[in-house]
């Protein structure tokens, strides 16, 4: 679940860095983790690479907005929507496979 908590949060505004960071934290002063710190670290970076593509508040989304003229909304959800939630769908599907593994 952290990939979308990540992903969610930075459509609100949050940067994927700040999110990353905090949730982060936050398990690491757990007593028990739910999982091995290794999942935990792969689980947020792929969220923080999924809202590069999905989040109009990333730096590459405003970037771009400010080079192409487009507005970021339009870039992520217009131009990058279905792709996010494509690999998202996909995302989730790998880490529940190796998970098994």
Wanted: charged share 5%; with cysteine; net charge neutral.
């Amino acid at each position: 679940a952290l990939p979308t908590i990540v992903l969610i949060s930075c459509q609100f505004g949050v940067t994927p860095i700040v999110m990353v960071v905090f949730l982060g934290t936050a398990i690491s002063h757990l007593d028990t983790p739910p999982v091995d710190f290794a999942w935990i670290a792969v689980a947020l970076s792929t969220g923080w690479a999924m809202s590069m593509t999905a989040s109009p508040f990333s730096a590459v989304a405003l970037l771009l907005g400010r080079i192409t003229g487009h507005s970021a909304q339009r870039l992520t959800w217009g131009w990058n929507g279905v792709y996010s939630i494509i690999a998202l769908a996909v995302l989730w599907i790998l880490l529940w496979g190796l998970s098994r593994l």
